[in-house]
C-alpha cells in the first residue's frame, strides 16, 4: 500500500479489522459452520471469476466481482461469519486492473464480506432461513421480504463503504456520494438478490446442491449480458465527450454550450411526450449540433471582424461538416437529420438547405429553439446573459418565421416547470477581454424576421 494517502490506509484498515471480527466466529468449533456448503459457494465464485476473465479479458468488470450474483445466494444458505469468508476468499482472489493492487483487493475483500455479512444477519433475523423450507416447502411469498431486506442491507453496507473510501481518498463529501451511489446499487442487488433466492430454494429441497447449478448458468449470461449493455454504454458517452471536447478546444467561446443545449432539448421533447430512445438521441443530437465545426478553418471560428462572403459559405457549412462527421458512427443515426437541419428555418431562410415549415425534421427544430435559448441566456466575457423571461419573449416574437411555435410554447412550460440553471451565470469564454466575434455579430442569412438570439458563433 505504499503510497495510498494516510487517510485511505486507515480506512482500509478499519474496514479489514471490522471484516476479521465478522469472519473470526466461523473458525470456532462450536460455530457448527456448514464447511461443504460454504466450499462449493467459494468455488463457484472463483470459477465465475475465472469464465469472466476468460470471456472478457478487457473487462474491468471481470475483476470487479463476475461472482456478486452468488454473494446473495450465500448470505441466505450461510450462517453471517461464514457468508464473510466466503464474500472475502472469492473477493481477494479476483483480479485487479489499476494501481495500487494490494489496497484496491484487501479494500473490496473487507467491503464485500462486510456487506454479505451484514445482509446474512437481515436475513437471519426476519426468518429467512426457516422460509427456505428443507425437507419441507419454501414459505412462500414470505421468503421474498427478508430477500429484499437482505439486499437492501447489502445495498446499504456497500455504498457507506464506497463513501467513506472516495471521502478518504478524494475528499468528497458524503452526503454527495450517497445520493449519488445508493440508488445505482439498490436495483442491481434486488435483481441479484432475487436470483440469490431461487438458488437457495433449490439448494435446500430434496434436489440439493445440482439443482440449484441450474440457475446458476442464465444468471450469469443475464450478468454478462447487463454488463456489455453498460460497457457499450460507456464506450458510447466516452465518444461523444470526446467529440464535444475536440469542438470546445477549437472554438471555446462556445465552452459547455453543447451539453446544455442537449439538456435543453431534452426539456423540449419530455414536454412534448416522446419516448426514452427519442430523448436520449435528441439529447445527443443537441449535445452535438456543433460538431461540424471541427471542418471549419480555426481563422474563421476565431475571427475577430465581420465574415467575408466567402468565410461566411465556409460556416454554413458546418451543419453539412457534422452530418458526414457522425454518419458512420450507428449509435446516432437519429441525431443525423438534427445536426445537418439544425439552422434550418420555418420560412425557408435557413440553411443548408432553405428547407421550409414541415420540411424540416422535428428534432431538428426542437434543436434550433434549444441552441438559440442557450446562446441568449449564457453569459460571455464581453456581455451578460439576458434573464429567462426575456429569451423566452424572444424567442416567443420569432415563433411561426424562425422557430416552431410548438416547440417554443414546450420549452416555455418546462422552464416554468422545471426552471433553467447553468448558463447564467458561467463566463464561456476563455479570456476575460474577449470581443464579438464576426459569427456573433454578423447574423443569420437575410430574413426579414430573423431573430438575433445565436451568438453562439454561428451564423
Known amino acids: 500500500m505504499r503510497g495510498t494517502p494516510a487517510a485511505t490506509r486507515g480506512c482500509i484498515l478499519a474496514a479489514v479489522i471490522a471484516a476479521v471480527c465478522c469472519a473470526l466466529p466461523a473458525l470456532r ?28 479479458p478487457g473487462s474491468a468488470q471481470a475483476g470487479a466481482g463476475s461472482f456478486l450474483p452468488l454473494l446473495p445466494a450465500a448470505a441466505f444458505l450461510l450462517p453471517p461469519p461464514a457468508a464473510a469468508l466466503v464474500a472475502a476468499a472469492a473477493s481477494l482472489a479476483g483480479r485487479v486492473d489499476q494501481p495500487p493492487f494490494a489496497a484496491r483487493r484487501t479494500w473490496r475483500a473487507a467491503q464485500h464480506a462486510l456487506a454479505c ?22 414459505d412462500l411469498p414470505y421468503a421474498l421480504l427478508p430477500a429484499a431486506v ?13 463513501c467513506a473510501i472516495l471521502a478518504a481518498a478524494e475528499g468528497r463529501p458524503v452526503r454527495r456520494s450517497w445520493r449519488t451511489l445508493l440508488p ?9 438478490a432475487l436470483a440469490g433466492l431461487m438458488m437457495a430454494v433449490l439448494w435446500r ?13 442464465p444468471m450469469y449470461i443475464s450478468c454478462w449480458v447487463f454488463a456489455q449493455y453498460h460497457r457499450e454504454d460507456a464506450a458510447h458517452r466516452a465518444t461523444i465527450r470526446a467529440l464535444v471536447q475536440a469542438v470546445d478546444i477549437k472554438d471555446t467561446y462556445t ?7 442537449g439538456r435543453a432539448s ?3 421533447a419530455r414536454e412534448l411526450g416522446m419516448d426514452q430512445g427519442r430523448l436520449e438521441a435528441l439529447r445527443f443530437a443537441g449535445i452535438l449540433h456543433d460538431v461540424g465545426k471541427l471542418g471549419v478553418p480555426t481563422r474563421v471560428l476565431r475571427k475577430d471582424g465581420p465574415l467575408t462572403p466567402d468565410e461566411r459559405r465556409i460556416m454554413e457549412l458546418h451543419p453539412e461538416y457534422g452530418h458526414e462527421i457522425v454518419r458512420s458512427i450507428g449509435f446516432l443515426d437519429q441525431a443525423r437529420a438534427a445536426i445537418l437541419h439544425h439552422h434550418e428555418r420555418l420560412d425557408g431562410t435557413g440553411y443548408p438547405y432553405g428547407l421550409r415549415g414541415g420540411a424540416i425534421p422535428e428534432s431538428a427544430r426542437i434543436v434550433a429553439v434549444a441552441d438559440a435559448f442557450d446562446a441568449m441566456t449564457s453569459t460571455r466575457s464581453y456581455r451578460r ?4 423571461p426575456a429569451a423566452l419573449r424572444e424567442l416567443r416574437r420569432c415563433a411561426g418565421s424562425q422557430f416552431d411555435p410548438r416547440m417554443v410554447r414546450a420549452l416555455a412550460r418546462a422552464v416554468d416547470r422545471h426552471g433553467w440553471s447553468g448558463a447564467d451565470t458561467a463566463v464561456t469564454a476563455d479570456e476575460a477581454g474577449a470581443v464579438p466575434t464576426a459569427r456573433e455579430e454578423a447574423g443569420p442569412p437575410p430574413a426579414r424576421h430573423a431573430a438575433r438570439p445565436s451568438p453562439d458563433r454561428s451564423p
Open 117 to 138: 455479512c451484514a445482509a446474512s444477519w437481515a436475513h437471519a433475523l426476519l426468518g429467512g432461513p426457516a422460509a427456505l423450507g428443507g425437507t419441507g416447502a419454501p
Open 205 to 217: 429441497s430434496p434436489y440439493g446442491p445440482v439443482a440449484a447449478l441450474f440457475v446458476l448458468l
Open 184 to 192: 445505482r446499487a439498490v436495483g442491481p442487488h434486488l435483481v441479484h
Open 29 to 56: 468449533p462450536e460455530a457448527a459452520t456448514p464447511w461443504g456448503t460454504a466450499g462449493l459457494l467459494a468455488a463457484l465464485c472463483l470459477l465465475c471469476e475465472a469464465v469472466g476473465r476468460r470471456c472478457d
Open 255 to 261: 465552452r459547455g454550450h453543447s451539453e446544455r443545449v
Open 266 to 268: 431534452v426539456l423540449i
Open 385 to 388: 446573459g439576458r434573464p429567462v
Open 150 to 162: 437482505a439486499a437492501l442491507a447489502f445495498s446499504l453496507v456497500l455504498t457507506a463503504l464506497d
